[in-house]
């Protein structure tokens, strides 16, 4: 009889991480095209950055054939994902042979996290309006852009401070910047 075997280059991946699968078979022809699938509860196209959901692979000489994807740090927190790799003999996917095998994907992501916070809700002119931003999840020395829009809000409005503009968040995920009004 035929055998087939998956094995995961790891049973536990984080997002970021290479998937390498090789397939092990005794008994099959030199040449065979095998059929795979990657496949669980919320596992799309998207999680990958490298590699597709579907595809195939010729048996070589030893009985083998490989195949990689790379796990896409989507930035989206999720919780962790099971990954189902599954073998087929036939294109449609309808005879599976051998075990299907499971990779965890471990979610290394966390949604970032913005806060504006102006100096105060009131502002008289002449005086000056400090706004900061606190982030959370957000890498460090990453630029981020603001703009100042309202009811028959213009530049002339102010004395110093643009509409736009933006800043760098430092090492503990702050910047702020100031206008002041004419």
Known sequence: PSIYQITPSTSILNEGDILTTT???TNVDPGSTLYYSLSGTNISSSDFSSGSLTGSGNVDSDGKFSFSHTLAKDLTTEGNETLNIKLFSDASRSTQVGNSSRVMIVDTSKTPIYSISPSSSWVNEGSTLTTS??????AAYTTLYYSLSGTEIVSSDF???ALTGSGTVNSDGDFSFSHTLA
């Not at 931003?133 to 957000?138: A, H, K, L």
Request: a neutral charge.
């Open 23 to 25: 397939i092990n078979t």
């Open 159 to 161: 004395s110093s401070g």
């Open 133 to 138: 931003i606190s982030t959370s999840n957000v």
